[in-house]
């Protein structure tokens, strides 16, 4: 069936703590703008575009790509994803955050017409649930203790740690969350390539002496040598996030170890078909890989769980809780419970639209 309807719609959805911050900013909302496909026999899905300053994209420009987009979608057969997906890359070149929400649209919309939950588009589920990691933005350690210990009443396992660079204040902040949260909560900390190599070999191996899982983006993004140097170097799992923005990045990264984890996140790679290529990827050099933050609407974690519950690699939490934080969510139909996120139900991606 051919696809009729190309719709996009705004999402502004308010932080909770309009404070909130990390190393590379810091804003009161998260914005972005929904997808809308339908096809002439009345199916239609939803996908998320996500407007990430430091992943490339703001709201109105993530407009603007979207609209010119659409041209190269309406019109097509709704099934024929990899093609549509490569007229997308004909017409625009880059804009992964706009092709995420065009990809996860089209999944979804095969999903629905199959009548099969969007998982078995990518081999079907080997797994029910993943457990959640939640983020603490950049506060005071005394702060970050008292927000870390709240996260872990509600039932949280997993917390990741903003760091922004000055080793002495994040080490504190790191020590602070230990002593509040105790020795069984699963720690990780994430600098945004706020140290250099040299302060984040320092600071790293502090922090090991508080048993951290894994340590994500420790340097700058172009600093390729600098984070293979600090991976070779340090005891903690060193993971890429900012640095694995493209296949060909995270091709780089595997074949020549430069780190020893990958963040996968499905707006900064372009959608669900590259996400699946980049795990792949990591599976056949050896690299550990898991969903990192979706942050955004539950649409958004809704089809990264669906793909996290089809990867059999994904061995550690997933970072698609943070709609919890979030308010003003166009969409409903899943929820954490005790620190996990379970597979939705039904066909396609198992949110809905609020009417």
């Not at 919309?109 to 969007?118: C, E, F």
């Not at 140290?195 to 002496?209: F, G, N």
């Not at 959608?271 to 050099?285: K, P, Q, V, W, Y």
Request: hydrophobic share 40%; aromatic share 6%.
């Amino acid at each position: 069936m051919k696809i009729t309807q190309f719709d996009i719609r705004d999402s502004l959805m308010r932080k909770e703590d309009p404070t909130w911050k990390f190393a590379l900013g810091a804003s009161p909302v998260t914005e972005g703008k929904f997808v809308r496909l339908a096809t002439e026999d009345g199916h239609e899905a939803f996908g998320y575009a996500s407007a990430t300053p430091h992943m490339g994209a703001i709201s109105p420009a993530l407009g603007g790509q979207l609209d010119y987009l659409k041209a190269s979608v309406v019109g097509k057969e709704s099934g024929d994803i990899e093609a549509i997906l490569a007229g997308l890359d004909r017409a625009m070149r880059g804009a992964p955050q706009a092709k995420a929400g065009v990809d996860c649209a089209l999944h979804d919309l095969l999903a629905k017409r199959l009548g099969v939950p969007l998982c078995q588009l990518f081999g079907g589920k080997v797994r029910d649930s993943v457990p959640i990691l939640r983020i603490l933005a950049i506060k005071t350690p005394a702060e970050m203790a008292v927000q870390g210990q709240k996260l872990v009443d509600k039932g949280y396992n997993y917390l990741k740690i903003k760091v922004h660079g000055e080793v002495a204040e994040d080490v504190a902040r790191v020590a602070a969350i230990r002593k509040q949260v105790g020795p069984d909560v699963h720690l990780t900390i994430d600098a945004n390539q706020s140290y250099t190599p040299k302060d984040a070999i320092a600071a790293l191996t502090r922090m090991a002496d508080y048993n951290i899982d894994l340590a994500e983006q420790p340097v700058s993004a172009d600093d390729f040598e600098g984070l293979k140097l600090v991976t070779q170097t340090v005891p903690i799992t060193v993971e890429a996030d900012e640095a694995a923005g493209s296949l060909q990045e995270i091709y780089r990264l595997v074949t020549q170890r430069a780190c020893d984890a990958v963040s996968l996140k499905i707006p900064k790679l372009g959608g669900l078909r590259n996400t699946l290529a980049a795990a792949r990827i990591c599976e056949a050099g050896g690299i550990k890989y898991r969903l990192g933050a979706a942050v955004g609407s539950r649409l958004l974690s809704a089809h990264a769980i669906h793909l996290a519950c089809a990867l059999r690699d994904v061995d550690y939490a997933c970072e698609l809780g943070e709609f919890d934080r979030l308010l003003d969510d166009s969409f409903e139909g899943i929820e954490i419970e005790n620190g996990a996120l379970r597979l939705p139900e039904g066909p396609g991606s198992g949110v809905r639209w609020k009417k």
